[in-house]
């Protein structure tokens, strides 16, 4: 199965504060990963898909970059209701896998 | 409306087999794929498997010894069953609808495992 590495794992930020948070493949899987939010007591939530498109409801300040191994997700002007805590997901092949996941807090 | 929802025990003693059924609606699972995700307390979350809309499965590799989703369309309900239980499969078990792609757009409420004697 492809391994995802993401960073970093935890990660403290003011309102308004851009941040990023990368997930690093264990082989090219050409652009085929998600990102999802997911707050405490709550089923996740996919934000974007396919590297960089933004899946219907989700806020414009989250973004999505990326190819071949390196990939990256940022929150612009971060909000409250931002805090959370969020995954890449791979689909390039038939089994799937989450990264390890980043908690984002208020600093 | 769309909706999943997940059921099964919530206690299970170790080294014994786990059956969950995500109940859906909404939808038919021939159209649609449904993948199992769970997710111990306090850690992250884990892809366990996917029954695709055609009927085939996938697996993470490293559960798939112990690991079988199966389905009954006409009741539409998808069936995770996982066998030789131990204490770290306890954790909240998901389903969830993927439309296409990589496109995951409606996720049950989730159910809470305990392996515990």
């Known amino acids: 199965d492809i391994q995802l590495t993401q960073s970093p794992p935890s990660l403290s930020a003011s309102l308004g504060d851009k941040v990023t948070i990368t997930c690093q493949t264990s082989?090219?899987?050409?652009?085929?990963i998600a990102w999802y939010q997911q707050k405490p007591g709550k089923a996740p939530r996919q934000l974007i898909r396919?590297?960089?498109t933004l899946v219907s409801g989700s806020p414009s300040r989250f973004s999505g970059s990326g190819s071949g191994r390196d990939y990256s997700f940022s929150i612009s002007n971060v909000e409250s209701e931002d805090i959370a805590s969020y995954y890449c997901?791979?689909?390039?092949?038939?089994?799937?896998?989450f990264g390890g996941g980043t908690k984002l807090e208020l600093k | 409306q769309v909706q999943l929802k997940e059921s099964g025990p919530g206690l299970v003693q170790p080294s014994q087999t786990l059956s969950l059924t995500c109940t859906v609606s909404?939808?038919?699972?021939?159209?649609?794929?449904v993948h199992w995700v769970r997710q111990p307390p306090g850690k992250g979350l884990e892809w366990m498997g996917v029954?695709?809309?055609?009927?085939?499965?996938d697996y993470n590799s490293a559960l798939k010894p112990r690991l079988s989703i199966s389905r009954d369309s006409s009741k539409s309900q998808v069936f995770l069953t996982m066998n030789s239980l131990q204490t770290e499969d306890t954790g909240i078990y998901y389903c969830?609808?993927?439309?296409?792609?990589?496109?995951?757009?409606?996720w049950g409420q989730g159910v809470m495992v305990t392996v515990s004697s």
């Open positions: 969830n609808r993927n439309n296409y792609g990589g496109y995951v757009d409606y």
């Open positions: 029954i695709w809309s055609g009927g085939n499965t």
């Open positions: 082989q090219d899987i050409d652009e085929y």
């Open positions: 909404g939808f038919s699972l021939t159209s649609y794929n």
């Open positions: 997901l791979q689909y390039a092949t038939l089994s799937w896998t």
């Open positions: 396919y590297t960089s």
